[in-house]
């Protein structure tokens, strides 16, 4: 039923249209080649057979996918204008609000709840067209790097199912790299899009601070979370995130200001950037140094595509920012739910270890301990900035080793060289994307392109390049 004749506006539509990109499926959908209902039937059954494996999805949405696919082809058998992503199925990490969806947070204490309203962010996905397939994975509130938690089997890397697939987005990275969406929505405070993203060979992007509006989530900060998009396609997640970066009144910390066109500058390339190389020396002795050096290979070639390298490599005082970015991180998520559910000793006994301890810990800092992180990030964002200087954008590892295998890791074990260098990012506010760039001993790793604050467009642009030069899609999973 699936094997359409191919045309110009399809010639490199892929065999499998599991592996097709969001817009390459919305081009098929609106030209009627493919209808919204066979699209989204054929990723339920997908997800349905294969997510065994995985268990990237906690809730797969039937009945809710199909609806919203039926109304699409309705409208294209119509006439009528459609969004940039009708008829693309996209998942939603579980921490945002679906109405008439289960959305659990990764919780027990939420395993039965069901918003009266959607996120503002999943408003903006079906406002476009986008079919919400179903919510994915995440640990507990997002609070752990491990997608584990006391609702739904761990989430597992589509690679090697003997390692984890990060998290906390951890659901949203394996599904994409499995095949089971061409694009997901996570959510980032200190590495949770790039993270599960690098480890499972998929793009993932981080907004910089106050760039997308925050709305309807269990569980956020104020200095350092972002919702944003991974994918396997640059121009897929440069759509997406126009819908995500639109200002809200509603949100009185994100910019008020319209954001740019993703997708008008995407192909302009990186000729005549000024590029810089950060390598965390404080982890030196914590990480792969093969998966250092593959990354770095990488990044220098970039050279070949116009860019050019500062002389001397970019060096970032961190002494201080883990502290600092777990205080904020910590007690902002305590503030806005923890408190409540730790002072409820039924809910307590609900949750998991990792919740568990991290707000008994946020519990006992005081003010004085938050108002001194408070000024360490005010330093390090204008270390962060001075870097910037004398390049247009960084590039490092997103992290320095491949997944971990889950038995070598404790059940509640924080890795501080896990997020070294994605956490900085976070605390300083700046945007960033993790873009797949190779393997070692058969498991992916991943570039990180770093920008100022909503510079997100040069960031896509370098990613595109990459794209381009050493296209990443090629290579999947055995599912």
């Known amino acids: 039923m699936l094997n359409k004749t191919k045309t110009d506006a399809t010639a490199d539509f892929p065999a499998d249209i599991h592996w097709a990109s969001a817009w390459q499926l919305r081009e098929a959908i609106v030209a009627r080649r493919l209808s919204a209902v066979e699209v989204a ?13 995985t268990h990237s999805f906690v809730t797969l949405a039937v009945d809710a996918a199909l609806e919203q696919a039926q109304a699409i082809d309705r409208r294209i058998h119509r006439g009528e204008p459609v969004g940039p992503l009708a008829g693309v199925p996209v998942s939603i990490k579980d921490q945002f609000w679906t109405k008439g969806i289960r959305t659990t947070s990764g919780s027990r204490i939420y395993a039965n709840h069901v918003p009266e309203e959607d996120s503002l962010h999943v408003a903006r996905v079906k406002a476009a067209g986008g079919v919400i397939i179903g919510k994915t994975a995440t640990p507990e509130f997002g609070t752990f790097w491990r997608t584990v938690g006391r609702i739904a089997p761990e989430c597992l890397n589509p690679w090697d199912s003997r390692c984890t697939s990060g998290g906390s987005s951890g659901g949203a990275g394996a599904s994409v790299a499995a095949g089971f969406g061409p694009l997901a929505l996570g959510s980032d405070s200190g590495g949770s899009i790039r993270l599960p993203s690098a480890m499972c060979g998929v793009l993932g992007v981080l907004p910089s601070n106050g760039r997308v509006p925050s709305h309807g989530s269990l569980g956020s900060t104020l200095f350092l979370c972002s919702a944003g998009p991974i994918s396997r396609d640059v121009r897929d997640a440069a759509t997406l995130l126009q819908l995500l970066a639109q200002p809200s009144a509603d949100d009185p910390l994100c910019r008020l200001d319209e954001p740019p066109d993703y997708l008008a500058r995407l192909d302009e390339g990186i000729a005549g950037l000024r590029l810089g190389w950060w390598e965390d020396q404080s982890v030196a002795d914590q990480v792969d140094a093969d998966v250092v050096a593959t990354i770095r290979k990488a990044a220098l070639g970039l050279s070949d595509l116009g860019g050019s390298f500062v002389d001397e490599p970019v060096v970032l005082d961190t002494q201080g920012i883990d502290e600092a970015w777990r205080v904020l991180d910590f007690v ?130 370098a990613a595109r390049a990459i794209e381009q030069a050493w296209p990443w899609s090629g290579r999947k999973p055995a599912m």
């Open 41 to 53: 039937k054929h990723f339920i059954a997908r997800i349905s057979r294969l997510d065994r494996r």
């Open 332 to 461: 902002d998520r305590y503030a806005s739910l923890g408190e409540s559910l730790y002072a409820d000793v039924a809910a307590r006994r609900k949750l998991t270890q990792y919740a568990r301890e991290r707000f008994a810990w946020a519990k006992g800092v005081s003010g004085a301990d938050y108002s001194r992180a408070v000024r360490r990030r005010a330093g390090f964002v204008r270390s962060f900035q001075a870097a910037f200087q004398n390049c247009d954008l960084v590039l490092a590892p997103t992290l320095g080793f491949t997944a971990p295998v889950i038995e070598s890791v404790g059940p509640a074990q924080r890795i501080p060289a896990l997020v070294a260098y994605t956490l900085a990012v976070n605390l300083a506010g700046f945007t960033s994307a993790t873009v797949p760039c190779g393997f070692v001993n058969g498991m992916p790793v991943g570039l990180q392109v770093i920008a100022p604050p909503n510079q997100e467009s040069l960031v896509l642009r």
